[in-house]
């Protein structure tokens, strides 16, 4: 074993001396003639005895099996190893479902919160038209006023007696529907009732009701506010 480890290295030695060239003469620095000779080191036989062995085992050798990418060579049963793990779940547990690209693609649009955003954004603009429209719609109401007054007397024709104030009560109220147009009108109708009561000789009968039943509607030509807006 030992012998067979020194003629490895020795083979290896020579091998380095052969790719190295001939070996150069270098002149001494004095000018003085060189001993040594321009020739090869490893030029004699005893060089070459040692080499032999190895360059005839590697011309003996035979080259490595080389991998054909003919799939034809292969068996028809051959399967890779991780073809089995490829189709296998991660996870034991869960059970898996068969789909299609085109159920996959609109899952994703349907689950999309952006596709989501954009679909509720019409129903938002919606709602915004529903609360402006709704300045337009009709409006129920119920309104009551009552005054009192007890002013004094400046002149006789007032009452047309001897009293020194002018006494008078005034109740009144109305109930309806009232809207307003895209144009700007306002219609409204409703139903006026009132009592009015005081010491006036003028008043006949004393007291009095009253009771009205009302249909307005006004259009105005022109409105201030909005031209000078516009302006």
């Known amino acids: 074993m030992r012998f067979l480890g020194i003629e490895k290295l020795a083979c290896l030695g020579w091998g380095l001396l052969l790719a190295a060239g001939p070996v150069q003469a270098v002149p001494p620095a004095n000018g003085s003639p060189s001993v040594h000779s321009g020739a090869r080191a490893n030029s004699g036989l ?3 005895q ?3 062995p190895y360059l005839q085992r590697t011309e003996n050798a035979a080259p ?5 990418d003919d799939e ?3 068996p028809a049963d051959f399967a890779c190893w991780w073809d089995r793990l490829m189709v296998e779940s991660s996870r034991q547990d869960r059970q898996s479902i068969q789909v299609a690209v085109d159920a996959l693609v609109r899952a ?3 689950h999309s919160p952006y596709i989501q955003a954009i679909s509720v954004e019409p129903w938002i603009r919606n709602t915004y038209l529903i609360e402006e ?3 337009f719609d009709w ?7 009552f005054a009192d007054k007890n002013d004094p007397i400046g002149n006789t024709l007032t009452t047309g007696t001897s009293d020194s104030r002018f006494k008078d009560q005034n109740l009144s109220g109305s109930a309806g529907l009232r809207r307003k147009t895209s144009s700007g009108a306002d219609i409204d109708f409703s139903q006026k009732l009132g009592n009015q009561q005081n ?30 807006r516009a302006s």
Do not use: C, D, K
């Open 133 to 135: 429209n709704a300045a």
């Open 199 to 228: 010491n006036s000789r003028f008043l006949l009968p004393n007291p009095q009701s009253t009771t009205r039943l009302e249909l307005s509607f006004t259009q105005p030509l022109l409105n201030v506010e909005e031209s000078n």
């Open 64 to 68: 490595p099996p080389m991998s054909s």
């Open 72 to 74: 034809s060579e292969l």
């Open 46 to 48: 005893e060089g070459r």
């Open 108 to 110: 994703a649009l349907e």
């Open 50 to 52: 040692w080499l032999t």
């Open 139 to 145: 409006r129920t109401y119920l309104e009551a006023n």
